[in-house]
């Protein structure tokens, strides 16, 4: 299974000009923040950068995500756009443990920002983020995409803020406004990361997909005409939306013809409940020992003992 062609067509598209848009932004959000001495613009431009980053890494995955699988990679690349979204995060939390480092120095040594290129700079932001993730939320199909997404919203949310504290300066005179402002954009950064961080880990180290319980497999499999037992149990995720199982399955000594069709309602029990698509069941019809993945049926190694 791999990302058709013209969805793969229009993600690409759509990265290519978010990813534009953005360097020149962040270049143009640098120059305004040194210029203005406002860390929360410079907090910005470093936010923007890592999106820039992040839309880079989406673009490379979804290319990799689109190709088909070979001999050497059975799977194909599907997790290409996990692995970019990992390191997407990893990049969100460098920034903003950076933000928390230098909005401590300007708190020992307050320095007067210019509260009115921070608004108009923060205003140009705010339409530019906010185009760019509504097109992301378009093609908000994987974590791949949905990493660059939240990077995005992040960004308008944060650069809003802006706004504000630049005008709550220009009003009151109080400088440690824009100090403030970074730790916010820090802290939000921040929490957008933990929850890619933890899903990309999850699916990276074949952990069990969120939102699934083998308790509940167990019990939907079991349930199927002909099951007598779910054992040895494996559910992963080859991708953010690809999941995989493997069992081994406990049926009566039945025809081929007959097994097949079991084998069809556990296909069709998996798909439905869980949208699961790649299944490798192994059928046994004798009991066997659980704790090493049902290797020899139990008569099998009776009778391997009584032979020595």
């Known amino acids: 299974m791999h990302v058709h062609a013209p969805a793969t067509a229009k993600m690409q598209r759509v990265l290519r000009v978010s990813l534009g848009v953005t360097l020149a932004y962040v270049l143009v959000t640098l120059i305004a923040g040194l210029k203005a001495h406002s860390l929360a613009l410079v907090s910005e431009a470093g936010h923007n950068a890592s999106d820039a980053l992040a839309l880079l890494l989406s673009f490379v995955a979804v290319h990799f995500q689109g190709r088909p699988a ?50 108009i700079v923060a205003a140009a932001g705010v339409v530019m983020n906010g185009a760019i993730a509504a097109l992301l939320w378009r093609v908000n199909h994987d974590v791949n995409m949905r990493s660059a997404f939240v990077h995005m919203l992040g960004d308008t949310l944060s650069t809003a803020a802006v706004i504000v504290g630049g005008a709550v300066i220009l009003f009151t005179g109080r400088t440690w406004i824009d100090p403030v402002l970074s730790l916010g954009i820090a802290a939000l950064i921040l929490w957008s990361s933990i929850s890619i961080v933890r899903e990309t880990l999850n699916i990276l180290l074949e952990g069990t997909p969120r939102g699934i319980s083998l308790d509940d497999v167990r019990v939907k499999l079991e349930a199927v005409a002909g099951v007598e037992d779910v054992h040895d149990l494996h559910v992963w995720s080859l991708g953010s939306q690809t999941h995989a199982l493997a069992s081994h399955v406990t049926i009566a000594d039945i025809p081929p013809s007959e097994s097949a069709r079991i084998l069809e309602e556990i296909n069709d029990v998996l798909l439905k409940n869980f949208h699961i698509h790649h299944t490798t069941i192994q059928f046994e019809h004798v009991e066997c020992p659980v704790a090493h993945g049902c290797v020899m049926p139990v008569e099998a190694i009776d009778a391997h003992a009584h032979r020595h």
Not at 81 to 97: D, K, P
Not at 102 to 117: C, D, K, L, S, Y
């Open 70 to 119: 070979t001999d050497k990679k059975t799977f194909g690349y599907q997790r290409a756009g996990v692995l970019a979204a990992f390191l997407n995060a990893l990049t969100l939390v460098a920034i903003s443990v950076w933000i928390v480092v230098e909005a401590g120095h300007r708190f020992m040594t307050p320095v007067e920002p210019q509260a009115r290129m921070m608004m």
